[in-house]
Nanobody, 127 residues
Framework: QVQLVESGGGLAQAGASLRLSCVAS????????MGWFRQAPGKEREFVAG????????QYANSVQGRFTIFRDNAKNMVFLQMNSLKPEDTAVYYC????????????????????WGQGTQVTVSS
């Protein structure tokens, strides 16, 4: 079973950048497709970005396409979310998630497909 720990959240002004990190332990990292989700107050958790086990297949929510980039370092058991041009509507708790058993070049945007979750890191964007 893999454990996930996020870091890198904080307070940023609109237009600024943040990079979130997630480190995995307790499992073979390359066995997991990875994703980032977020949950704003009063809203459901939603998909933000996903990355295949291979690292070269990525998928993004329309709301972050062109601003956010997901990438992984399998040697370090880490996945990252580079967030540029932040907007106040990006304010949420961001969660790292692992999808076990996904085909090597595949990625899912469906929350139920993800098996393991981190505790989340808060991102607050001020206008």
């Amino acid at each position: 079973q893999v454990q996930l720990v996020e870091s890198g959240g904080g307070l940023a002004q609109a237009g600024a950048s943040l990079r979130l990190s997630c480190v995995a332990s307790g499992g073979f990292f390359s066995n997991y497709a990875m994703g980032w989700f977020r949950q704003a107050p009063g809203k459901e958790r939603e998909f933000v970005a996903g990355c295949s086990r291979s690292g070269d297949r990525r998928q993004y929510a329309n709301s972050v396409q062109g601003r956010f980039t997901i990438f992984r370092d399998n040697a370090k058991n880490m996945v990252f979310l580079q967030m540029n041009s932040l907007k106040p509507e990006d304010t949420a708790v961001y969660y790292c998630a692992a999808d076990e058993g996904r085909a090597y070049y595949s990625v899912s945007d469906s929350l139920p497909d993800y098996d393991y979750w981190g505790q989340g890191t808060q991102v607050t964007v001020s206008s």
